[in-house]
Nanobody, 126 residues
């Protein structure tokens, strides 16, 4: 599967952005999807994940209540709505797909994911 992330940009603190990740392939609805982020010199960190049907979602504590992950299986797309952005949210954001999950599962660790998008830069100014 190929993943194409988009929607990053420059925004002021307190603002919002919505990231999108379009996937190729016919079995998108059976992938657990996730978003990660990475800043220079740091490891890629988990942000959010969503189960096959979208009924289960899980977030990193640092974004809980501000970010929302969703998916549209008909469009082979997963989204990350980011609200109340802070300068510390500045990073390159990556979407990822786990094709070894089961119904209702989510994945929070990098090693669970099999496919990665190219990343999209999010910069939050203070």
């Amino acid at each position: 599967v190929q993943l194409q992330a988009s929607g990053g940009g420059l925004v002021q603190a307190g603002g919002s952005l919505r990231l999108s990740c379009a996937a190729s392939g016919r079995t998108f609805s059976s992938y657990v999807m996730g978003w990660f982020r990475q800043t220079s010199g740091k490891e890629r960190e988990f942000v959010a994940t969503i189960s096959w049907s979208g009924t289960r979602r899980y977030y990193a504590e640092s974004v809980k209540g501000r970010f929302a992950i969703s998916r549209d299986n008909a469009k082979n797309t997963v989204y990350l709505q980011m609200n109340e952005l802070k300068p510390e949210d500045t990073a390159v954001y990556f979407c990822a797909a786990d094709d070894n999950g089961v119904a209702g599962s989510v994945s929070t660790t990098r090693d669970r994911y099999d496919y990665w998008g190219q990343g999209t830069q999010v910069t939050v100014s203070s």
